[in-house]
């Protein structure tokens, strides 16, 4: 009942709505910047989609500002929780463990929509309008480095490594915003807990820059074309995964074993 009251109540929320519209904006963007020579040399939808034709300016843009969406959409509950004083009489009916579990369980939810409902409006676009088929072979079609980690599944089957770019993007739209709500564990201003995943995120493009390893960026290995220039992307991904559950999960504990909430 709490799960699905916070799922609603998030998703409802206009900041959530104003996410979703970024998302829509940059899509639109995509569309009228790709390279239409390219794009349309072959009747396939995935020379269109964000993310695939680097080409235009949205597959730039989407992976870069998506902590920023997220964390707009789905980071705030808890801070909203403390600030309207809600907080204590929630923990009158449930205790502070399944409080914060259900918290951050509505928050991913809502987070990963947000990051993948743009996208895939713009797919059902795509794929009504051009074939969906294996991208084709040739080096006016080669999106994906052949020396990429995904590239065997996308040669193979493109719709299948879509997919997985979507699940991968709701995954981590889910943990930005999950980002959020950890950050809301402590004394902070309004509205930090908005940006903090997107400062972390950008913190991993600097981190990347300056050691040489670009793959390191959570930017880089969560937009498809970038990732599978490198052979081990998957292992960022993966690691960076196992790396952020485990701390949300290890804080959340943690704050979970206090009396009260700050």
Not at 84 to 106: A, G
Not at 190 to 204: D, K, Q, R, S, Y
Request: hydrophobic content about 50%.
């Amino acid at each position: 009942m709490l799960l699905r009251k916070q799922v609603q109540r998030l998703f409802f929320r206009w900041q959530t709505w104003l996410a979703i519209l970024i998302g829509l904006i940059i899509i639109v963007i995509q569309a009228l910047t790709i390279n239409k020579v390219n794009a349309n040399a072959a009747n396939n939808a995935f020379l269109h989609l964000t993310g695939f034709d680097f080409s235009g300016a949205g597959t730039t843009i989407y992976y870069l500002i998506l902590p920023l969406m997220c964390g707009l959409a789905a980071s705030s509950t808890l801070q909203e929780d403390k600030k309207d004083h809600r907080l204590n009489e929630l923990l009158t009916r449930v205790t502070k463990r399944k409080y914060l579990c259900t918290t951050l369980i509505s928050s991913f939810i809502v987070g990963g929509l947000v990051g993948v409902l743009p996208l895939l409006i713009e797919s059902c676009y795509f794929f009504l309008n051009y074939h969906v088929t294996n991208v084709p072979k040739g080096r006016d079609f080669q999106i994906i480095d052949p020396n990429g980690c995904g590239y065997s599944l996308f040669i193979r089957n493109t719709l299948a490594f879509w997919l997985c770019t979507i699940v991968i993007a709701f995954v981590f739209s889910g943990l930005f915003s999950m980002i959020g709500i950890v950050t809301s564990y402590y004394n902070i201003h309004n509205g930090i807990e908005l940006i903090m995943p997107f400062v972390l995120a950008f913190a991993t493009i600097v981190v990347a820059d300056l050691t040489g390893e670009v793959e390191a960026s959570l930017y880089w290995v969560l937009t498809p074309t970038f990732s599978n220039t490198y052979s081990n992307g998957i292992y960022f991904i993966l690691g960076y995964f196992v790396l952020i559950t485990g701390l949300i999960a290890l804080l959340t504990w943690k704050e979970s074993t206090k009396d009260v909430c700050n």
